[in-house]
């Protein structure tokens, strides 16, 4: 061995101590990457997550799956448009880090909504939605405080919608829209215990009364179309509110618009298809409108002229007792 080579190779040694073990070293947290196998294996190890492979790290190398950079625990767990049958496992419970969870646009996928989802305290975004999923919804979901994004829409699930979830004190969005929930509307959500979120309940089979409690939530968007929902929903109007959206179109209410009180910042209005009768209020000329749909109604009167009412089509307005005025035909 000549003096050269006697000098690098115990630095060469001394380097490949240091290497190795960090090219070696897996982030992936050995029970989080256990439970996602036995997840993989529970829905009969599909082709979309063939990257999970037992030899590779979960935290590096797989998709639908992410890690915290600091814990290496996984946080994230997504998998979305593709083939996967099945129901939802129960060790997704398992993963005790996990602040989102989705399941989304997956094809033969049923069942109910896993249980085991109440364990993950952590967990600030859920969407299980284009499923298929049945069953009711679970009021469980309301222990799950850190949660700022619920979506269980285009699903089958049925029976009445929990009171629990105006528990959720995080809540931005809530989407129930387009499944078969039927019942009436929670009044607890008119007094939500945190912000009010965005909420969508339509295309559902919803009946009776607005609830009255509604008065008080100050909603930016609430979406109750395609219901049985009957009487009164001017409560949702109100000059104090700060809401831009509202629709409540194909119900069964019946109320005098010509009363209502119009919030200064509404952009959305679609009230078609109901049984509303009386006039439309001047205010409405006030308010900065991108829609408006009060067709198929029992509407009378002149339509105010002014702001952005004649801007929108007839078809904004016919099919009315009475309504008329531009863009419809002249009053008599």
């Known amino acids: 061995m000549d003096s050269i080579t006697q000098i690098l190779l115990p630095l060469l040694l001394l380097c490949s101590s240091f290497v190795s073990p960090t090219l070696s070293a897996e982030l992936c947290n050995p029970q989080d990457k256990k439970t996602l196998l036995q997840i993989k294996q529970s829905f009969g190890n599909p082709y979309i ?7 590779t790290d979960c935290c590096k190398d797989w998709y639908q799956v992410d890690c ?17 049958s099945g129901t939802i496992p129960p060790e997704v419970g398992d993963l005790p880090f996990l602040k989102m969870l989705v ?55 049925s ?10 004190p995080n809540l931005d969005a809530l989407h129930l829209d387009r499944n078969m929930l039927t019942g009436s509307i929670p009044a607890s959500f ?5 912000k009010v979120p965005d909420l969508y309940l339509s295309h559902n089979q919803l009946s009776g009364k607005i ?14 179309s395609r219901n049985k929902l009957e009487g009164d929903a001017s409560m949702l109007f109100g000059a104090n509110k700060t809401t831009l959206m509202i629709d409540v179109s194909r119900n069964l209410l ?8 119009f919030p200064t910042t509404l952009t959305n209005l679609d009230l078609n298809h109901n049984k509303i009768y009386g006039s439309l209020p001047m205010e409405l ?36 007792r009475c309504l008329c005025g531009a863009p419809l035909e002249n009053c008599k």
């Open 49 to 55: 997550l063939a990257s999970w492979k037992a030899d």
């Open 68 to 84: 915290d950079s600091v814990s290496h625990r996984i946080t994230s767990l997504t998998i979305f448009a593709g083939e996967l």
């Open 103 to 157: 399941f989304h646009k997956l094809t033969n996928f049923t069942g109910p909504i896993q249980p085991a989802i109440a364990k993950l305290t952590n967990l600030n975004f859920l969407r299980l939605s284009w499923l298929n999923l049945t069953g009711s919804v679970p009021s469980f979901l309301g222990q799950l405080k850190n949660l700022t994004f619920l979506d269980l829409a285009f699903n089958k699930l």
């Open 159 to 168: 029976g009445s919608i929990p009171s629990e979830l105006a528990m959720l």
């Open 190 to 194: 008119g007094a939500f215990h945190g």
């Open 211 to 224: 609830p009255a409690s509604l008065k008080n939530a100050d909603f930016n968007t609430i979406d109750l």
């Open 254 to 261: 019946e109320f005098d618009l010509s009363k209502a009180v």
């Open 285 to 320: 000329t006030q308010l900065n409108l991108q829609l408006l749909n009060v067709s198929y109604n029992s509407l009378c009167g002149q339509i105010p002229q002014g702001g952005k009412l004649q801007s929108f089509d007839n078809t904004s307005y016919f099919h009315n």
